[in-house]
């Protein structure tokens, strides 16, 4: 009796839970189930708890509310130009009536397929390859509004519709690499022409502004160039000019006289002869004034007049040439003994072989001494001790 009780008890329990698992439908988040009573729709169940009837309702179908990815396999289809090509189409859609999706069509994802392939074929069979290749958009907005509107009935909206690749024949891929491969090394050798001639312009200008930029330092350097040397020549003038005036403004406050002119003449004519290239030197034609002027200061010195016959020439001899000198005056002595020196200096200069040869006095008398630049001062006698002249007397006695 007790075993009895106990079994029928857990018949009891197991029926509890059947009747409420038929009863206590739990629906998911974005789903929606069918639910038919007798075979007949009797009302869809939303995302929660729902409670039906036992044994008399029942979930047909649970369908799924969120927007669904559907990707076809490579479908042929021939284009205007009778290429077969293999296109693969992405679709993206969503069901927006359940009932309508579930009771208007069979299988909605298949005829989605069916329908966008001939509208695929459809579409690309107005097209050429070419076109096919470069339109995708076009195709996709052709396919989106035929989908559109035949799965509007069936409670589907079709969001999106995307070719995922369009593969050409494998010929027709090696001909468009090729005339791809072509298209682009055409492109190549245009732009390296492009460049190279770019390149030689530019070069060109460079040079052309370069040779411009030294020309006109060239010039400006000329220029600056030739003004420095211009204002280093107006003051090298200049300094020679105040170099000159202060010469001449010395001499002219020194007021030398004719005899130390004379003197200054004879001193540099040994400075002429010197150097070994020397061979042959012209004596200028003003050293006869300068002897004429040296002799008229030695007559004033030694007290003869000015107007006094020369009787003596004087011809220089192996010893050097003496001046009339008075024994009793030795300031004249030594004017005579610097003059002697200074003459014989320069006959030394003038004839350098005629001192070792040497040179003869002769006592002769020389009645006109004026063209002689070297016997006017020497054209005087002697002069003794006493102060007298004595015409007759050779020089250097």
Known sequence: MG???????????LFVVVMLAKTVR?????????????GKYKGTLPAGL????PFIDKVRYL????????SFPPQPVITEDNLVVSID??????VTDPVTATYE?????QAVEQLTMTTLRNIVGGMDLEQTLTSRDEINSGLRGVLDEATGKWGIRVNRVEIKGIDPPPSIKDAMEKQMRADRD????????EGQRQSAILTAEGNKQSSILNAEGDRESLILRAQADREAAILRAQGEGQAIQTVFQAIHDGQPDQSLLAYQYLQMMPKIAEGSANKVWVIPSEITKAMEGLGSSIHEIAGIPKDATPRTRIDMGPSEPQLPHRSDDPEISATNAAVQQAIAEAESAANPGKAARGLDTSPDVAPDTTGDPLTDPLSEGPVDSSGTDEPGAPAGQ
Do not use: M, S, W
């Open 63 to 70: 369908i799924d509310l969120r927007e669904q990815v559907v």
């Open 186 to 193: 055409k492109r190549a050798l245009i732009l390296t022409a």
């Open 89 to 94: 189409t992405v679709i993206y859609f969503q």
């Open 3 to 13: 075993t009895a009780l106990l079994v029928l008890l857990l018949l009891v329990v």
């Open 26 to 38: 739990i629906v998911p988040q974005a789903r929606a189930a069918i639910v038919e009573r007798f």
């Open 50 to 53: 729902n409670i039906v009837v």
């Open 105 to 109: 069509i069979a299988n909605y994802i």
